[in-house]
């Protein structure tokens, strides 16, 4: 009953999902395969600012068109695209520019390996964004297919890139970065001439009613994407800084093999929400609380499988996938297995709430996940290490856990 109901409606998806992501994820396995360790750190780093800058992007634009795309802008939607491409725009100069100045920094205190990744990024960003929002808008419009068709695009041309890249000797963490801006940008504006967007801003789609939306739903989702990425993400900066660039690396590499999760995640984010957004009626919560059940059941259960298996197998996929320069870390999958568990109840519960706009509540629970790991993670790293970054992590997510049910049974199911 589950697989049907969410089944079909998700394949697409999590094709599309898997072939995208799949690229970054092949990017990772080879940097992490054939650079140095500090060097692979210095990309792990970078793109973790990046995963932090795109959470933003994600929240403030493609989040909103999700929910207001479906409803409110259904029947312009060509227009609202142009809007959303107006404010793309605006956003990528802020970010390029707060990058360009992080790369300088870097140099300036003779970081040589983070200041050419952050400049890499800070080129590639805007490009990658854009692929980002105009893939995702296909599902907005029931057009999975293109959104498929795109992946795979951007999937076979960055593999190609790479490969010349890695001939010419040239593959490092700023040419990674710019090959997939530009990748991107080819493919968006593919894509873009299957949209065919508006720039037509008058009646509902006047630029400020657009604005008031989105600020209206990504003022506090943005907070709350923040502090999130303050409570998870931000463990790769810390480990970087106490531990070192190589540290970071071994992180990283074993973070990498769970990405598959997070292309899941996506994917199943992208079907839905836009589906829970669109229950309405007298009983809308009654039939809001049981498609979230079914998910829920649908999203633990895949991924404390995809854990268990992965963390079986882990010392000899460590070994043969990098050449054996990480070995030693079987223990790592455990605790990343454990955390990932706890993110799946916040992820459905959190995407309950997002449906029907209260995005307030998001940010509170994050928030005190954020100060946990803040005030546990420092002490832990200097005592145990990445284990211990770890495991405050996992403490902090099952916190964020139990306040995200609390929400749900207030806002939802009462």
Request: net charge neutral; proline share 3%; charged share 5%.
């Given at each position: 009953m589950v697989l049907n109901r969410w089944g079909k409606r998700g394949g697409i998806s999590l094709v599309d999902q898997a072939i995208h992501g799949g690229t970054n994820f092949l990017i990772n396995i080879i940097l992490a395969r054939w650079l140095s360790p500090n060097e692979y750190g210095a990309f792990a780093v970078a793109y973790t600012i990046f995963l932090l800058i795109g959470a933003i992007h994600t929240s403030v634009m493609i989040e909103p068109m999700m929910v207001y795309g479906a409803k409110k802008y259904i029947e312009t939607f060509r227009g609202y695209i142009g809007s959303l491409l107006l404010g793309h725009g605006v956003f990528s100069v802020l970010v390029s520019f707060?990058?360009?100045v992080s790369s300088l920094t870097f140099l300036a205190f003779d970081s040589k390996e983070l200041a050419d990744a952050f400049l890499g990024l800070a080129i590639a960003s805007p490009f990658i964004l854009l692929q980002w929002m105009i893939r995702r808008s296909f599902y907005v419009v029931s057009q999975s297919t293109w959104a498929l068709a795109g992946s795979f695009m951007y999937f076979t041309l960055n593999a190609l890139m790479i490969?010349?890249?890695f001939q010419k000797a040239s593959l490092t963490p700023y040419w990674a970065f710019l090959s997939m801006g530009f990748i991107g940008l080819l493919v968006s504006v593919c894509q873009l001439r299957i949209l065919k967007p508006e720039f037509k801003w008058t009646g509902p789609l006047s630029l400020y009613s657009i604005f008031h939306d989105h600020k209206e739903f990504?003022?506090?989702n943005i907070v709350g994407t923040v502090i999130k990425w303050a409570s998870t993400g931000i463990l790769t900066i810390m480990?970087?800084?106490?531990?070192?660039?190589k540290a970071a690396g071994v992180l990283s590499v074993v973070r990498t093999l769970f990405r598959p999760?997070?292309?899941?995640l996506n994917a199943v984010s992208l079907v839905a929400l836009p589906v829970l957004s669109s229950v309405q009626g007298e009983h809308a919560s009654i039939e809001r609380r049981k498609k979230m059940r079914d998910l829920l059941w649908l999203v633990c259960g895949t991924v404390t499988l995809y854990g268990i298996l992965l963390s079986s197998f882990s010392e000899f996929i460590l070994h043969y996938l990098y050449k054996g320069i990480y070995d030693g870390h079987r223990h790592l999958f455990v605790l990343i297995s454990l955390s990932f568990v706890a993110s799946s109840f916040v992820f459905v519960?959190?995407?309950?709430?997002?449906?029907i706009g209260v995005t307030r509540e998001i940010a509170k629970i994050w928030s005190t996940s954020a100060i946990v790991v803040f005030v546990g993670s420092i002490?832990?790293?200097n005592a145990w290490g990445i284990p211990g970054a770890l495991t405050v992590q996992i403490f902090s997510i099952c916190i964020a856990g139990y306040l995200a049910w609390?929400?749900?049974r207030q806002k939802i199911l009462a």
């Open positions: 707060i990058l360009i490969f010349l890249l990504g003022a506090w480990v970087s800084a106490f531990l070192g660039l999760l997070d292309l899941m519960y959190t995407l309950g709430l997002k449906s002490p832990m790293i609390l929400a749900v």
